[in-house]
């Protein structure tokens, strides 16, 4: 298991407000997923013709993403922003 952790950036408050619990929880999961990654967590999502910056990610079938840095200094994924559809 590596070191890395994951948090809001800013804040949970201002990342996930008004979104629904479900989608909560899946950016949550996925976040932690991203985590067990560690290192490697620079090359997921979008865009893929470059590694590391502001990265994009896919949630519930393509129903929104959400945009996240991993910062392999800190070892940890910062949720910067969660963009839903429905």
Known sequence: MNGWTWDWNPSEAQVAQGLPPGVVAEVERLAAELAALGHDAIKVGRPEDREGGLREFDILSG????????????????????????
């Open 63 to 86: 129903r929104g993403f959400f945009s996240f840095l991993a910062v392999p200094r800190h070892e940890a994924i910062s949720i910067c922003s969660i963009t839903w559809y429905e």
